[in-house]
């Protein structure tokens, strides 16, 4: 898509040109049909009704976006995914890393940043710079089966994502999900009184 290139080259969380003076001039906005327009603000908005505006949020100092947002409008298919604050997001792009983990076998075709075993990118914009270089790839949305026949329900759009492993998420600095907190072995389990029984009666 032409909206794709200057969304990865747009510095976000700048202050808007704009609405510089306001609280709310921070640029975390992105308008996907006025490309020209770089980040936006929250002020902005009604210059953009009815547009398609996606949100960015920042993890470590690094942009990322939520598949939720993403994955409507491109196929992100083999790009690594990750939990921040319980939502799952794709940075838009690569993020330097001094030297890979130990014992890691599968790393990114563009950047050679750690991945798991089931991606290829770290990032969009490694993404896209594989589709430059190989003809398998692209960020195309094709029709799923279930949308070209209505004989059952589509599948749920995030079925499609492996879940990132704890470990991986300490080793990129990531907010994991907050494991329940465990049951006390006393809770839900109290022990039934006996049935009172009376001294018998002396005659």
Request: glycine residues 6%; positive net charge.
């Amino acid at each position: 898509p032409l909206w794709l290139k200057p969304l990865l080259a747009t510095k976000f969380f700048s202050s808007c040109r704009i609405h510089g003076v306001s609280h709310k001039c921070e640029c975390n906005l992105f308008c996907l049909e006025c490309t020209g327009s770089g980040g936006i603000c929250s002020l902005c908005l009604p210059q953009h009704k009815d547009h398609h505006v996606v949100q960015i949020r920042r993890s470590s100092y690094h942009d990322v976006i939520r598949v939720s947002e993403i994955q409507k409008v491109l196929d992100i298919t083999g790009v690594q995914t990750y939990i921040i604050n319980s939502a799952r997001v794709v940075f838009l792009n690569e993020r330097p890393q001094p030297r890979p983990a130990k014992g890691v076998t599968n790393t990114c075709e563009s950047c050679e940043r750690s991945l798991l075993d089931t991606f290829r990118f770290c990032s969009l914009g490694c993404k896209l710079d594989g589709i430059k270089r190989h003809g398998d790839l692209s960020f195309v949305l094709q029709p799923r089966p279930q949308e070209l026949t209505s004989e059952r329900p589509p599948m749920s759009s995030t079925s499609n994502f492996s879940t990132v492993s704890y470990h991986h998420l300490l080793q990129d600095n990531m907010s994991p999900r907050t494991p329940p907190p465990i049951a006390s072995h006393r809770s839900g389990c109290k022990r039934r009184k006996g049935i009172p029984h009376r001294a018998p009666l002396e005659g």
